[in-house]
């Protein structure tokens, strides 16, 4: 059975950080793009960033640029995302999928359940 299992949110105070974790098990990891999307209460999914499969094309969402960091380590078919800097705009659900080289980041074949990013003081 495919799976992305999240691991990393919780709560976090406004400057802090986390390191978000996505676990992928039962496909070939190694050859899709991943990304990381995220959604707001009451929002729809905001695309945050994406790593193709060789790691050497990454790409972030203008609103998290400079402060979040997406890797990827094919041999532990494992995604990551260092957030840096967070503000309370950063709360929502984080999730990460995987997409074929070329396809948009909606059409993505397998996603995660998700773990919930809180930024309060």
């Known amino acids: 059975e495919e799976q992305l299992v999240e691991s990393g949110g919780g709560l976090v105070q406004p400057g802090g950080s986390l390191r978000l974790s996505c676990a992928a098990s039962?496909?070939?990891?190694?050859?899709?793009?991943m990304t990381w999307v995220r959604q707001a209460p009451g929002k729809g999914r905001e695309w945050v960033s994406r790593?193709?499969?060789?790691?050497?094309?990454?790409y972030y969402a203008d609103s998290v640029k400079g402060r979040f960091t997406i890797s990827r380590d094919n041999a532990k078919d494992t995604l990551y995302m260092q957030m840096n800097s967070l503000k309370p705009e950063d709360t929502a659900m984080y999730y990460c999928a995987a997409v074929r080289h070329g396809d948009s980041w909606q059409n993505s074949k397998y996603w995660g359940q998700g773990t919930q990013v809180t930024v309060s003081s």
């Open positions: 790593i193709n499969s060789g790691a050497g094309s990454i």
């Open positions: 039962g496909f070939s990891f190694s050859i899709y793009d």
